[in-house]
């Protein structure tokens, strides 16, 4: 069994800050905007090496992602930076209306999402923002599960022409994807290959989902893990070749299981292949104070969690 | 001194196409379209500096932004005619398979339109991104936006208000079309907001004040003060003073007209008020 080794913890949002500061060299049409939380998203560098292109708007997320869109014209390449909650559901008209239909060339790039934001609560701990993204036509929807993989996506987008919702988070996490991967929009990549079950995860639970499969593999269990970073457009092939095989699967995501991977997973495979599926994410609910480790577990949302639902799944094959 | 003479022949045959429009389809919004064909007509016509040819990015030309997205009519009308796209495809608003969708919107590629406005408010952000863009291109040329009066009750205008001062974007000039009427009624009834005047003098804005809003004299006049103002440090805000549903006596001094098409008595006495200059489409 292919195992990965952790390279250090690192914060996804640094990932985010490295890839933008990169930019700021190689692009001179990228600009970046950030709504009061230059720190939290580490976008510190890029304003120092380049204060002309970049805006600090102020505690003002609407007309954040209005500017943006009028900076695409003039053949700008915005990136905009804050917390998930405020980059989606504080602002989804303005992103509705002046980005997405309007097809402006934005990256609305959000940190701190998710449950793992940790103590600040619920508040500002949004579960349904991949759900609020995904609905919008023609809306790329990105979450990536470690500082590299947030780098190369970083760099990615803004090669790729068209709205994208890049979405990292607050802790400390394994870093264990390598440094100089090429990220392709809308691929999965399958990181162990199994034939008992599938698990597919995205975020931060992908490490928890290869932490899984090796308990699992002890148990005799061969699981497949694919990190899927990019929910919209989803892999369809990679998900239905792999249950081809193995003939169950687990989704594994740090958000509610309305709206996120789990459900563009089932429609997949209710469309092409019915398939015993198991969700690993927030039951309909909101989140609440505490340490990251503390609301994992709570909330069901490790290697723990998605060793029991591979339990479960295997007995509905 | 421009024509004149054509601008206001202009207007009126602007003043038959919003009618006309409207009516096909019986819906759309005639009352502020009526009172801003003036502004429009003098907007492309004598104000604005474009380029022949459309291109989003909009380099080297003063570029326009319409917040209040709802007097879509006005908009087709005059950037019909001002060349954009054919006077016959005035035929097709609203219809299915349009181009010209009840609300602007660049999604079925109408030249002329560089975002999708109607969710009202998110104009003016738009219009400082468009203007800080071309700071950052060298680009001398201006940005124009219009947002209606009752239009700024919604809460994002005044985040754009007060970054646009605070960051000096001194070559946007943001015009209001002060009509006082909403959907409701009278702007004072439903949500008095004062003087505007003084709160973007408040936030940092040169102001300039139109009071014939539907006298192209006057309009040129101001906006060419407005211009004049520009380059300074500070951004720049017309209040231009209009009638809604100008030109035809039945819709104008009213919020009646607001979102509501003639019926084809109705059409007849406005076109009869208002006589074919330049051409139906």
Known sequence: MKTYENQGNKDTRSGFGAGLTELGKTNENVVALCADLIGSLKMDDFKNNHPERFFQIGIAEANMIGIAAGLTIGGKI???????????????????????????????CASHAGITLGEDGATHQILEDIGLMKMLPGMTVINTCDYNQTKAATLAIAEHNGPVYLRFGRPKVANFTNEDQTFEIGKAVTLTEGTDVTIVATGHLVWEALKASKVLHEKGISAEVINIHTIKPLDDKAILDSVRKTGCIVTAEEH????????????????HLPTPQEYVATNDTFGESGTPAQLMEKYGLNSNAIIKATENVLKRK | MPDTKHLKDLTTQVRRDILRMVHKVNSGHPGGSLGCAEFFVSLYN????????????????????????????????????SGYFSIDELNTFRLLDSRLQGHPTTHEGLPGIRIASGSLGQGMSVALGAAQAKK?????????????????????????????????????????DLNGKQIDGATDDVLPMGSIKNKFEAFGWSVVEIEEGNNIDAILEGMADAKSKTGKRKPVCVLLKTVMG??????????????KAPNDEQLAIGLAQNPETLGDY
């Open chain 2, 136 to 176: 950052l291109n060298g680009d001398n040329h201006l940005v124009y936006s219009l947002h209606g009066d009752g239009e700024l009750q919604e809460g994002q205008n005044w985040e754009a208000i007060m970054y646009a001062s605070a960051k000096k974007v001194d070559n946007l000039i943001s015009t209001i």
């Open chain 1, 78 to 108: 915005p990136f905009t930076g804050t917390f998930a909650n405020f980059s989606t559901g504080r602002v989804y008209d303005q992103i509705r209306q002046s980005v997405v239909y309007s097809g402006k060339n934005v990256k609305i």
């Open chain 2, 246 to 259: 100008n030109g035809i006596d039945f819709m104008m001094h009213t919020h009646a007209w607001h979102g």
């Open chain 1, 256 to 271: 509610n299981y309305l709206g996120g991977l789990g459900e563009s997973v089932s429609r997949v495979l209710a469309k």
């Open chain 2, 46 to 81: 004598e104000i604005m500096d474009t380029n022949a040819t459309f291109n989003m990015d909009g380099r080297d030309e003063d570029i326009f932004f319409l917040s209040n997205g709802h007097i879509s009519p006005v908009y087709y009308s005059v950037l019909a005619r």
